[in-house]
């Protein structure tokens, strides 16, 4: 598990957890859309490809793309009531703007960041 967790976090995809909330996603104000997951839930590895590809994709248009494990980040997951993963986060200025439960195709997921800009 250990490898895909690596190779899941590479290039633009940012792993937050409660330390980095903050700065990462609240302060910057930058639209941003959070991955809530489990390294031992099968959807999530369906969807970490596309998470991934998104992260790289929206990077040039000033969105956030990052990751949360759940089982590390576990204030988050209480904050944002994260009941099922993956649920995927939809932030403006900081704020929750959409939300998500369920492994969606990459279409959806993109029109919901493009609602962002």
């Not at 590895?45 to 994709?57: G, M, Q, R």
Request: proline content about 4%; charged content about 25%.
């Amino acid at each position: 598990m250990s490898d895909w967790k690596e190779v899941e976090m590479a290039g633009n995809l940012l792993h937050i957890d409660d330390n980095n909330f903050e700065t990462e996603i609240v302060s910057g104000g930058a639209p941003a859309m959070l991955d809530f997951y489990a390294t031992w839930c099968g959807p999530c590895k369906t969807i970490a490809p596309i998470v991934e590809e998104l992260a790289d994709s929206y990077s040039e248009k000033g969105v956030k793309v990052g990751k949360v494990d759940i089982d590390v980040a576990k204030n988050l997951a209480v904050k944002f009531k994260i009941q099922g993963v993956p649920t995927l986060l939809f932030f403006k200025d900081g704020e929750v703007v959409e939300t998500v439960v369920g492994a969606q195709p990459r279409n959806v997921i993109e029109s919901k960041i493009e609602s962002l800009l």
